[in-house]
Nanobody, 118 residues
């Protein structure tokens, strides 16, 4: 499986962005797709994840209420909708995945930069 994240950019505070993560290489139905972010000088942070098969979503507390994770099984693409963005949301956002038989994320996309100006 390979992942490619895109959709980042520069946005003003209060604005929105939708990040996409395209999965390719093999059937993705038995995977969990996660979203992470890493701000300058900080450790990588879990944002949320989605069970590709059933669509169950888990969010980090920092993402609850502002961010929405979804997926399009036909397009084999996951999405991270970012709303009400704040300057502290500035980070490189990554998508990652692991097979349901695993316990750790084993596949990572290249990351996409999100910059929120005040």
């Amino acid at each position: 499986v390979q992942l490619q994240a895109f959709g980042g950019g520069l946005v003003q505070a209060g604005g929105s962005l939708r990040l996409s993560c395209a999965a390719s290489g093999r059937t993705f139905s038995n995977y969990i797709m996660g979203w992470f972010r890493q701000a300058p000088g900080k450790e990588r942070e879990f944002v949320g994840s989605i069970n590709w098969s059933v669509g169950r979503v888990v969010y980090a507390d920092s993402a609850e209420g502002r961010f929405t994770i979804s997926r399009d099984k036909v397009k084999n693409t996951g999405y991270l909708q970012l709303n009400s963005l704040k300057p502290e949301d500035t980070a490189i956002y990554y998508c990652a995945a692991y097979h349901r038989g695993q316990t750790e994320y084993s596949v990572w996309g290249q990351g996409t930069q999100v910059t929120v100006s005040s």
